[in-house]
Protein backbone atom coordinates (compact mmCIF):
# COMPACT_ATOMS: atom_id res chain seq x y z
CA UNK A 1 0.00 0.00 0.00
CA UNK A 2 1.18 3.70 -0.38
CA UNK A 3 3.38 5.09 2.62
CA UNK A 4 3.93 8.60 3.87
CA UNK A 5 7.61 8.97 5.14
CA UNK A 6 7.81 11.60 7.49
CA UNK A 7 11.59 12.91 9.19
CA UNK A 8 12.76 13.29 11.77
CA UNK A 9 10.60 11.06 13.40
CA UNK A 10 11.56 13.06 16.64
CA UNK A 11 14.03 16.23 17.52
CA UNK A 12 15.52 18.18 20.16
CA UNK A 13 16.62 21.59 19.66
CA UNK A 14 17.90 24.81 21.39
CA UNK A 15 15.54 27.60 21.40
CA UNK A 16 15.77 30.21 18.61
CA UNK A 17 17.19 27.47 16.23
CA UNK A 18 15.09 26.27 13.13
CA UNK A 19 14.18 23.05 12.72
CA UNK A 20 12.90 21.25 8.92
CA UNK A 21 10.83 18.21 8.99
CA UNK A 22 10.10 16.04 5.34
CA UNK A 23 7.08 14.56 4.59
CA UNK A 24 7.64 11.88 1.11
CA UNK A 25 5.20 9.79 -0.34
CA UNK A 26 7.23 7.08 -1.67
CA UNK A 27 5.17 5.25 -4.25
CA UNK A 28 2.24 8.11 -5.21
CA UNK A 29 2.35 11.51 -6.33
CA UNK A 30 0.78 13.70 -4.31
CA UNK A 31 -0.47 17.09 -5.49
CA UNK A 32 -1.91 17.63 -1.83
CA UNK A 33 -0.24 17.24 1.77
CA UNK A 34 -1.98 18.08 4.73
CA UNK A 35 -0.17 19.35 7.80
CA UNK A 36 -1.35 18.81 11.28
CA UNK A 37 0.09 19.52 14.88
CA UNK A 38 -1.29 17.76 18.06
CA UNK A 39 -0.72 18.50 21.27
CA UNK A 40 -0.64 15.70 24.15
CA UNK A 41 -4.00 14.19 24.82
CA UNK A 42 -5.75 16.55 22.34
CA UNK A 43 -6.73 15.80 18.62
CA UNK A 44 -4.63 16.89 15.45
CA UNK A 45 -5.57 20.30 14.54
CA UNK A 46 -4.76 21.73 10.66
CA UNK A 47 -2.40 23.96 10.30
CA UNK A 48 -1.94 24.18 6.32
CA UNK A 49 -2.67 22.85 3.35
CA UNK A 50 -0.02 22.27 0.68
CA UNK A 51 0.03 21.91 -3.15
CA UNK A 52 2.69 21.21 -5.35
CA UNK A 53 3.93 24.07 -6.95
CA UNK A 54 1.99 26.93 -5.33
CA UNK A 55 1.75 28.86 -1.93
CA UNK A 56 0.40 26.87 1.43
CA UNK A 57 -2.83 27.22 2.75
CA UNK A 58 -2.72 28.14 6.31
CA UNK A 59 -5.08 27.32 8.90
CA UNK A 60 -7.02 30.62 10.97
CA UNK A 61 -4.09 31.65 13.60
CA UNK A 62 -1.14 29.46 11.86
CA UNK A 63 1.97 32.05 11.30
CA UNK A 64 3.10 31.32 7.81
CA UNK A 65 6.50 33.54 8.55
CA UNK A 66 6.80 31.13 11.08
CA UNK A 67 6.12 27.76 9.61
CA UNK A 68 7.58 27.63 6.52
CA UNK A 69 6.12 25.00 3.90
CA UNK A 70 7.29 24.23 0.57
CA UNK A 71 5.82 21.49 -1.91
CA UNK A 72 8.73 22.34 -4.26
CA UNK A 73 7.87 18.32 -6.33
CA UNK A 74 5.04 16.16 -6.07
CA UNK A 75 6.76 13.67 -3.72
CA UNK A 76 8.03 15.92 -1.26
CA UNK A 77 6.84 18.58 1.73
CA UNK A 78 8.62 20.39 3.63
CA UNK A 79 7.67 22.03 6.66
CA UNK A 80 10.19 24.44 8.78
CA UNK A 81 9.75 25.66 12.28
CA UNK A 82 11.48 28.78 12.43
CA UNK A 83 13.05 30.43 15.31
CA UNK A 84 11.80 27.39 17.38
CA UNK A 85 10.16 28.21 21.16
CA UNK A 86 9.21 26.15 23.95
CA UNK A 87 5.39 26.55 22.82
CA UNK A 88 6.15 25.30 19.54
CA UNK A 89 7.38 21.62 21.14
CA UNK A 90 4.20 19.10 19.52
CA UNK A 91 3.92 16.38 17.58
CA UNK A 92 3.64 17.10 13.88
CA UNK A 93 2.13 15.08 11.30
CA UNK A 94 1.84 15.06 7.44
CA UNK A 95 -0.59 13.53 5.55
CA UNK A 96 -0.69 12.40 1.74
CA UNK A 97 -3.95 12.60 -0.67
CA UNK A 98 -3.50 10.08 -3.45
CA UNK A 99 -5.77 10.06 -6.34
CA UNK A 100 -6.12 6.35 -7.60
CA UNK A 101 -8.64 7.03 -10.52
CA UNK A 102 -12.23 8.44 -8.32
CA UNK A 103 -11.04 6.71 -5.56
CA UNK A 104 -8.90 9.51 -3.00
CA UNK A 105 -6.78 8.16 -0.32
CA UNK A 106 -5.39 9.63 2.58
CA UNK A 107 -2.07 8.45 4.03
CA UNK A 108 -0.33 9.92 7.04
CA UNK A 109 2.97 9.71 8.39
CA UNK A 110 4.44 8.48 11.46
CA UNK A 111 5.12 11.94 12.91
CA UNK A 112 7.68 13.87 14.54
CA UNK A 113 7.81 14.81 18.21
CA UNK A 114 9.30 18.34 18.30
CA UNK A 115 10.70 19.23 21.96
CA UNK A 116 12.17 23.03 21.97
CA UNK A 117 14.21 23.74 25.38
CA UNK B 1 -17.33 24.11 8.10
CA UNK B 2 -17.69 20.69 9.92
CA UNK B 3 -16.61 19.71 13.82
CA UNK B 4 -16.78 16.19 15.48
CA UNK B 5 -17.63 15.60 18.99
CA UNK B 6 -16.10 12.46 20.51
CA UNK B 7 -18.15 12.01 24.46
CA UNK B 8 -15.63 10.03 25.63
CA UNK B 9 -11.87 10.80 26.46
CA UNK B 10 -11.78 7.32 27.88
CA UNK B 11 -13.40 4.07 27.86
CA UNK B 12 -12.05 1.03 30.00
CA UNK B 13 -13.07 -2.06 28.66
CA UNK B 14 -12.19 -5.77 29.99
CA UNK B 15 -10.24 -8.44 27.08
CA UNK B 16 -13.07 -9.82 25.02
CA UNK B 17 -15.70 -7.73 25.82
CA UNK B 18 -17.57 -5.73 23.16
CA UNK B 19 -17.12 -1.77 22.97
CA UNK B 20 -18.51 1.15 20.84
CA UNK B 21 -16.58 4.74 20.57
CA UNK B 22 -19.06 7.33 20.03
CA UNK B 23 -18.76 9.61 17.57
CA UNK B 24 -21.22 13.30 16.52
CA UNK B 25 -20.61 15.32 13.54
CA UNK B 26 -22.24 18.42 12.36
CA UNK B 27 -21.92 19.96 8.72
CA UNK B 28 -24.31 21.89 6.37
CA UNK B 29 -22.95 19.72 3.44
CA UNK B 30 -22.42 15.95 2.55
CA UNK B 31 -19.65 14.72 4.38
CA UNK B 32 -17.69 11.57 4.30
CA UNK B 33 -16.62 9.67 8.13
CA UNK B 34 -13.48 8.52 9.25
CA UNK B 35 -11.88 6.34 12.03
CA UNK B 36 -8.26 6.52 13.02
CA UNK B 37 -6.19 4.58 15.62
CA UNK B 38 -3.54 6.11 16.78
CA UNK B 39 -0.55 3.61 18.82
CA UNK B 40 1.90 5.48 20.86
CA UNK B 41 4.38 7.92 19.44
CA UNK B 42 3.59 6.96 15.62
CA UNK B 43 1.30 8.43 12.78
CA UNK B 44 -2.19 7.47 12.38
CA UNK B 45 -3.80 4.58 10.27
CA UNK B 46 -6.87 4.33 8.97
CA UNK B 47 -9.74 2.11 10.65
CA UNK B 48 -12.57 2.30 8.31
CA UNK B 49 -14.41 5.38 6.39
CA UNK B 50 -17.63 6.04 4.70
CA UNK B 51 -18.19 7.79 1.98
CA UNK B 52 -21.38 6.29 0.43
CA UNK B 53 -23.90 3.43 -0.15
CA UNK B 54 -24.35 0.97 2.37
CA UNK B 55 -24.71 2.26 6.23
CA UNK B 56 -22.78 -0.13 7.85
CA UNK B 57 -18.66 -0.28 7.57
CA UNK B 58 -16.51 -2.61 8.01
CA UNK B 59 -12.60 -2.10 8.70
CA UNK B 60 -9.86 -3.98 9.64
CA UNK B 61 -9.10 -5.22 13.11
CA UNK B 62 -12.54 -6.46 13.21
CA UNK B 63 -14.23 -3.15 13.44
CA UNK B 64 -17.10 -1.66 11.81
CA UNK B 65 -19.04 1.42 12.25
CA UNK B 66 -22.47 2.86 11.34
CA UNK B 67 -23.18 5.71 9.73
CA UNK B 68 -26.63 7.49 10.70
CA UNK B 69 -27.93 10.38 8.95
CA UNK B 70 -30.80 11.48 11.11
CA UNK B 71 -28.30 11.19 14.34
CA UNK B 72 -25.35 12.50 12.46
CA UNK B 73 -23.43 9.79 14.29
CA UNK B 74 -20.87 7.47 13.38
CA UNK B 75 -20.06 5.10 16.25
CA UNK B 76 -17.26 2.45 16.13
CA UNK B 77 -17.74 -1.04 17.30
CA UNK B 78 -16.31 -3.92 17.71
CA UNK B 79 -17.63 -7.29 19.51
CA UNK B 80 -14.68 -8.68 21.08
CA UNK B 81 -11.97 -6.54 22.01
CA UNK B 82 -7.86 -7.58 22.40
CA UNK B 83 -5.35 -6.17 24.94
CA UNK B 84 -3.86 -5.23 21.14
CA UNK B 85 -6.74 -2.88 20.27
CA UNK B 86 -5.25 -0.43 23.08
CA UNK B 87 -4.63 3.13 21.50
CA UNK B 88 -6.26 6.60 20.88
CA UNK B 89 -8.77 6.44 18.24
CA UNK B 90 -10.06 9.59 16.18
CA UNK B 91 -13.35 10.04 14.68
CA UNK B 92 -12.86 12.39 11.40
CA UNK B 93 -15.21 13.80 8.92
CA UNK B 94 -13.91 16.01 5.59
CA UNK B 95 -16.17 17.95 2.63
CA UNK B 96 -17.80 15.82 0.43
CA UNK B 97 -17.59 18.03 -2.03
CA UNK B 98 -15.02 17.96 -4.95
CA UNK B 99 -11.83 20.21 -3.86
CA UNK B 100 -10.42 20.52 -0.44
CA UNK B 101 -10.38 17.39 1.47
CA UNK B 102 -8.41 18.24 4.60
CA UNK B 103 -9.83 16.51 7.67
CA UNK B 104 -11.88 17.77 10.77
CA UNK B 105 -10.93 15.07 14.29
CA UNK B 106 -12.81 14.67 17.08
CA UNK B 107 -10.90 15.10 20.42
CA UNK B 108 -10.50 11.19 20.63
CA UNK B 109 -11.45 8.50 22.84
CA UNK B 110 -8.71 6.51 24.94
CA UNK B 111 -9.55 2.53 24.37
CA UNK B 112 -8.08 1.00 27.49
CA UNK B 113 -8.15 -2.82 27.57
CA UNK B 114 -7.46 -4.72 30.51
CA UNK B 115 -6.58 -8.38 30.90
Known amino acids: GAVVSQHPSRVICKSGTSVKIECRSL??????MFWYRQFPKQSLMLMAT?????????EQGVEKDKFLINHASLTLSTLTVTSAHPEDSSFYICSARDYLGSNEKLFFGSGTQLSVL | AQSVTQLDSQVPVFEEAPVELRCNYS??????LFWYVQYPNQGLQLLLKYLSGSTLVKGINGFEAEFNKSQTSFHLRKPSVHISDTAEYFC?????????????FGSGTRLQVQP
Open chain 1, 27 to 32: DFQATT
Open chain 2, 92 to 104: AVSDGRAGRRALT
Open chain 2, 27 to 32: SSVSVY
Open chain 1, 50 to 58: SNEGSKATY
